[in-house]
């Protein structure tokens, strides 16, 4: 009787070591063991509450430091160089202020020598000197024009008052003239009298007419004088246009010339050069003569994938450590991103820049970045072993008061190292299977092995 007792018992302990085992493995849950009576025997399984805790999820990515400006200096003119000023690693200024306020330029650079540009300039100048003078000769017929006007004018006044004149001595004669025919009809003079009369009459209005022909024909000057006026006036504006025209090709020839010159766009350093003095610039290729960087502040660059894209933001706090540089750590934080994903690598850029007064850092060097991409204060935690996928679905396993289990549906937040953030489904007052959970089935009877001092 003993030895049956004894063989029961072996049993029901090699039982429950096998659930034990078959619930530390991923595969389906193993059935319960059973006891020698045939009743389901519970399994003892530690669990634990939900943690609160402060979440930081962090990423680790490769970057490398840029140039903050780069300027490749390219050729618009077809030359011969002069005469290069600078060599690599040599700093240069760009345009500033001076002391009176005026805008000096960039130092020169490179010298490019144009004879035929220096040609078209002095053409182009004296274009613009023919076309003035053109100009003042407009102007001075636009004079003569007016003066002869003003004549005109003067003399067809002149005229008329003559015309006046003729015509109150016809009136003086007409009137005369009837008088003393009346007188030679009556005898009281005689017919001679009457006679010088009419004659007179009639030289006063050949008189008349031609001063009102003179009138016609001042007036006709007038017309002309306006005309002449009217002419002038256009050919100024004609001449005004060929000024402006012509100054704009002087314009643009002497904004050619000044292609010949390649100044610094900004303060930077020179870090690259590929040209000498004698060398031949074409105006088609796409070679820079030099480039210059600025460099005392950096862009760091970095790719950030999809995974973490959404949660990088300018202000995203980071550390940046160098790999050639030994125990060097500087901080920083997200200055801007591209705010789009590439779709070749499913990647956003975020860019931070770095302060490099003493151009000790250098532009391609390799870095690695520690972005703080979330925070969460006081967060529901549980490790994510605790994490089971069921249906497409995130849950938990979590040991009910009748010491059941019940699978609990969650929804995950960040996650920082071996811990996870729930945002729903859960108080923080549930008693949840941290281990081994592929090993458990919903609904299975256990035996909850609870921390000491809780509840």
């Given amino acids: ?171 003086k004669w007409k009137s005369e003239s009837g008088r003393v025919s009346e007188l030679a009809a009556s005898g009281a003079v005689t017919r001679k009298a009457a006679d010088e009369s009419a004659s007179q009459l009639q030289s006063s209005e050949a008189t008349v007419r031609q001063a009102e022909a003179k009138v016609a024909s001042a007036q006709a000057r007038l017309a002309e004088a306006a005309a002449d006026v009217e002419k002038s006036e256009t050919d100024l504006g004609a001449a005004k246009a060929e000024v402006e025209v012509a100054g704009a090709e002087h314009a643009r020839a002497e904004t050619m010339i000044s292609f010949c010159q390649l100044r610094a766009p900004f303060d930077g350093v020179v870090t690259l050069r590929s040209v000498h003095p004698g060398y031949l610039t074409t105006a088609s290729t796409n070679k820079p003569l030099l480039v210059v960087s600025r460099i005392d502040l950096l862009r760091l660059v970095s790719q950030v994938p999809e995974k973490d894209a959404l949660l990088v933001h300018p202000g995203c706090k980071s550390t940046l450590r160098i790999p050639s540089l030994p125990g060097t750590s500087i901080a920083g934080q997200i200055t801007r991103t591209s705010d789009s994903l ?41 490790p994510t072993t605790a994490i089971i996928n069921q249906a497409q679905q995130r849950c938990c396993l979590i040991v009910s008061e009748e010491s059941k289990v019940v699978m609990k549906p969650v929804q995950l937040g960040i996650q920082s190292g071996p811990d996870v953030e729930i945002v729903s489904g859960l108080t923080g007052s549930e008693f949840v299977i941290w281990a081994n959970v592929a090993g458990f089935r919903d609904g299975q009877v256990v035996d909850s092995v609870r921390p000491s001092g809780s509840k």
């Fill in 1 to 171: 009787m003993v030895c049956g007792n004894a063989s029961a018992i072996r049993f029901a302990t090699m039982g429950s070591l096998f659930m034990l085992l078959a619930g530390c493995g991923q595969g389906e849950p193993a059935p319960a063991a059973k006891s020698s009576t045939g009743a389901e025997t519970a399994v003892r399984v530690p669990v634990r509450q939900p943690e609160r805790k402060n979440l930081v999820r962090t990423v680790v990515l490769p970057a490398q430091f840029e140039a903050y400006f780069e300027a490749p200096l390219l050729a618009k003119v077809t030359g011969y160089v002069r005469q290069v000023r600078v060599d690599i690693g040599d700093r240069v200024r760009g345009p500033h202020p001076g002391d009176s306020g005026q805008v000096i330029p960039g130092d020169l650079l490179v010298e490019i020598e144009v004879p035929e540009l220096v040609n078209e300039l002095a053409q182009r100048k004296a274009a613009v000197s023919k076309a003035k003078a053109v100009v003042s000769q407009c102007e001075a017929a636009i004079k003569v024009a007016k003066a002869a006007f003003q004549s005109a004018s003067a003399e067809i006044a002149e005229v008329k008052s003559a015309v006046d004149a003729e015509k109150a001595l016809r009136t």
């Fill in 342 to 382: 590439d779709t070749s690598n499913r990647t956003i850029t975020a860019e931070i820049d770095v302060p490099n007064a003493d151009y000790k850092l250098k532009p391609g060097t390799y870095v690695q970045v520690e972005i703080e991409v979330a925070r969460r204060e006081n967060a529901i935690t549980l």
